[in-house]
């Protein structure tokens, strides 16, 4: 006889994940998870860094690692002795010094004025290993942007909060989300899990739950998700209260093909129960004219009072 197989639905989150009134994802998709005890040289990773950076903190690390091996190569150079590059105007040593910096800069980058130049084996030498250097550095750097460029990556927008609204005869949870680029998105899939604790345990549950509709074929507008909290849902009869004391958690995963890289893309978000309002609806961003319909991607977050259905 086959043993039974135990079905688990935790997303690989753990079901003590967030336990103590903590997210298992944040708001940007993040997860909130820190590991500790990790080797040096197994935990850090250049490539994901410097991908995964922000384009500010990126081309702060090139401007450095440009800026420290012009330092590193004028320093060997000044060590060997200025007299063995020609053009130089001895002036004072801080003077001299940045005359190699600038020297430096052109050999690494192989622009070369000519007014200084190399004489002898050694200086000669110094100058060949920099241009080497230079060539696969700035061969890197070339790589590394265009990997950030050409990245699929979207940076969908959702509503800061979601509301427990008035729906059809019942009430349901919602959310907005939107897609604020030009790129197009197409079969665009969403899946809803509600995280809450078990009644008088640390240990918790994770629900799917159903939505009014979990696939839609174009994105060219907004989208409210909506979860209808029927007989059948694990929303059904749980108080705001509640919601709060089983330290709920809501995680949004979304999937979507992007035309402009050809492949598919992802996004997380996640709501907790201070972040959602009840007795509200959100309203009304889409406007509709001759030139077109028109999304206020501003009001995403506006909602207004809504009497919920008994």
Do not use: C
């Amino acid at each position: 006889m086959a043993a039974n197989k135990e079905q688990f639905n935790d997303l690989g989150l753990g079901a003590r994940a967030s336990a103590g009134q903590f997210r298992s994802l944040n708001k940007d998709g993040s997860f909130n998870v820190t590991k500790a005890n990790v080797p040096f040289f197994e935990h850090f990773n250049i490539f994901h860094t410097l991908i995964s950076m922000s384009w500010s903190r990126f081309f702060g690390v090139i401007l450095l690692g440009y800026f420290v091996l012009n330092l590193v190569f004028a320093s060997v150079y000044t060590a060997i002795g200025l007299e063995h590059l020609t053009g130089i105007e001895h002036t004072t040593l801080a003077g001299d010094f940045l005359e190699a910096f600038f020297f430096s800069a052109q050999t690494i980058t192989t622009l070369g004025y000519g007014r200084v130049a190399p004489m002898g084996l050694v200086a000669n030498s110094v100058a060949a290993i920099e241009s080497m250097v230079g060539l696969l550095t700035f061969a890197l750097a070339t790589g590394m942007l265009y990997g950030r460029f050409s990245k699929p990556s979207v940076r969908m927008r959702y509503s800061d909060h979601a509301v427990i609204a008035p729906y059809r005869d019942i009430n349901g949870f919602m959310f907005r989300v939107i897609n604020p680029q030009g790129d197009e998105l197409l079969e665009v899939e969403v899946n809803v899990t509600l995280s809450m604790k078990r009644p008088g345990s640390e240990l918790r549950d994770f629900h799917f739950l159903d939505l009014e509709r979990k696939h839609i074929v174009f994105f060219p507008s907004v989208w409210t998700v909506v979860h209808p909290i029927d007989h059948t849902s694990p929303l059904h009869g749980v108080t705001e209260t509640e919601l709060m004391e089983k330290d709920a958690e809501f995680i949004v995963m979304l999937k979507a093909f992007n035309e402009s890289f050809s492949q598919t893309v992802y996004s997380r978000s996640s709501y907790k129960p201070s972040e959602v309002r009840w007795g509200e609806k959100f309203a009304g961003i889409i406007s509709y004219g001759t030139d077109g319909i028109t999304v206020d991607v501003a009001r995403i977050d506006e909602s207004e009072k809504a009497a919920l259905n008994a």
